[in-house]
T-cell receptor, first 110, second 112 residues
């Protein structure tokens, strides 16, 4: 059974601070996705990473896929209150369904 | 463009009652999924339908049944609800098995 772990589980920071959250597994994935979920809504895709070592930027968010395609990180620069939410990583392997991590709940305080 | 629509948004059941959760997508996606989300456990796959006419069990199928009514609609049925099925249920769709998932806004179910 493939498992994805995310750390930290909870994170509370002040507006303007930087932060990094991690997504780790012992399994190799063909691609990995990051989603953000706000209260009362479904998860919304932020990015998909496919190639080992790949780095993608989405405004203040930087996503990296590990060289071995087993882990990923999400770095947020100068966090804003609008970044508050649950961040989920999800990995998929050939012929398998998506596996989701438990999520990192981020709270950005004004 | 509605995306993925789930009904109802909230439901309270007594143990032993049955109900069907409805899901429809308007993106012409081939694959559809039902997940449950519980605190600290992420999203767990209940059932999925890779294409119209097929359904398969996911990680936690016990106590549930599904129907892929047509390409647009995928329903989830609880035949005899149990308190352990108290959860938030999400329907999702994707173009292919590895394409990004598009989620509905969920059904919050409480079984007493």
């Amino acid at each position: 059974t493939q498992l994805l772990e995310q750390s930290p589980q909870f994170l509370s920071i002040q507006e303007g601070e930087n932060l990094t959250v991690y997504c780790n597994s012992s399994s190799v994935f063909s691609s990995l996705q990051w989603y953000r979920q706000e209260p009362g809504e479904g998860p919304v895709l932020l990015v998909t990473v496919v190639t080992g070592g790949e780095v993608k930027k989405l405004k203040r968010l930087t996503f990296q896929f590990g060289d071995a395609r087993k882990d990923s990180s999400l770095h947020i620069t100068a966090a804003q209150t609008g970044d508050t939410g649950l961040y989920l990583c999800a990995g998929v392997s050939y012929g398998q369904n998506f596996v989701f991590g438990p999520g990192t709940r981020l709270s950005v305080l004004p | 463009n509605a995306g993925v629509t789930q009904t109802p948004k909230f439901q309270v059941l007594k143990t032993g009652q049955s109900m069907t959760l409805q899901c429809a997508q308007d993106m012409n996606h081939n694959s559809m999924y039902w997940y449950r989300q519980d605190p600290g456990m992420g999203l767990r796959l209940i059932y999925y339908s890779a294409s119209e006419g097929t359904t398969d069990k996911g990680e936690v199928p016990n106590g549930y049944n599904v129907s892929r009514l047509n390409k647009r609609e995928f329903s989830l049925r609880l035949e005899s609800a149990a308190p352990s099925q108290t959860s938030v249920y999400f329907c999702a769709s994707s173009e292919t098995w590895e394409s990004p998932l598009h989620f509905g806004n969920g059904t919050r179910l409480t079984v007493t």
